[in-house]
């Protein structure tokens, strides 16, 4: 079973600069999840969708940041524009909610971003 | 709201020692209770986990741990650790019901020294 894809591994940008991460899930997980991971610190919430509808993105900073979720399967986490606090570990996470028994998140290898 | 507490941000332990990592959590409602590891660079791997019965849970690479209710604590323990061990380990609840929504603590960098 393929696990869940991220897009790109690391990235380089100058503040005031966009960027995009995207994912792609375990095959059928419904529920698909960004984290943001500062250095030093846990993961973070920032959205989660469930198929193609956000169920809580309470923690995302939408005046910068945006994620989508076309057709309840890939999806891509946006920020505009960057600014130096920013840089961190985007993680995507994918579960499939309890459905077959498995209650887990299954992690991306996240995406690196560097704000200079 | 769910919250989880990990005391200890660092734990140095010589190899072939017993570790044990602590977490605590609050939460109103019933939860499952998860242990992940980071290796540099890495995304998180699942190292165990903890849904009902038995409150002692084994888990991959020789780690265990034990959850009580009362104490609303899940600590992790392995009995002889390895220069591999050395990672970061998170802990993390969801409540039961509902849309699964993982919430995780600060971490503890295990480093294992030789």
């Known amino acids: 079973e393929a696990g869940v894809a991220q897009s790109p591994r690391y990235k380089i940008i100058e503040k005031r600069q966009s960027v995009a991460f995207w994912c792609n899930p375990i095959?059928?997980?419904?529920?698909l999840y960004w984290y943001q991971q500062i250095l030093g610190q846990g993961p973070k919430l920032l959205i989660q969708f469930q198929n193609n509808g956000v169920v809580d993105d309470s923690q995302l900073p939408k005046d910068r940041f945006s994620a989508e979720r076309l057709k309840g399967v890939d999806s891509t986490l946006k920020i505009q524009p960057a600014k130096l606090e920013d840089s961190a570990v985007y993680l995507c996470?994918?579960?499939?909610?309890?459905?077959?028994?498995?209650?887990?998140?299954?992690f991306g290898q996240g995406t690196r971003l560097t704000v200079v | 709201a769910q919250s989880v507490t990990q005391l200890d941000s660092q734990v140095p332990v010589f190899e072939e020692a017993p570790v044990e990592l602590r977490c605590n959590y609050s939460s109103s409602v019933s939860v499952y209770l998860f242990w992940y590891v980071q290796y540099p660079n890495q995304g998180l791997q699942l190292l165990l986990k903890?849904?009902?019965?038995?409150?002692l849970v084994k888990g991959i690479n020789g780690f265990e741990a034990e959850f009580n209710k009362s104490q609303t604590s899940f600590h992790l323990r392995k009995p002889s650790v390895h220069i591999s061990d050395t990672a970061e380990y998170f802990c993390?609840?969801?409540?039961?019901?509902?849309?699964?929504?993982?919430?995780f603590g600060t971490g503890t960098r295990l480093k294992v020294l030789a």
């Open positions: 095959s059928g997980h419904a529920t």
């Open positions: 996470a994918s579960s499939s909610s309890g459905r077959e028994g498995n209650t887990e998140a299954f």
């Open positions: 903890y849904l009902s019965g038995s409150t």
């Open positions: 993390a609840v969801t409540p039961t019901s509902g849309t699964y929504k993982y919430i």
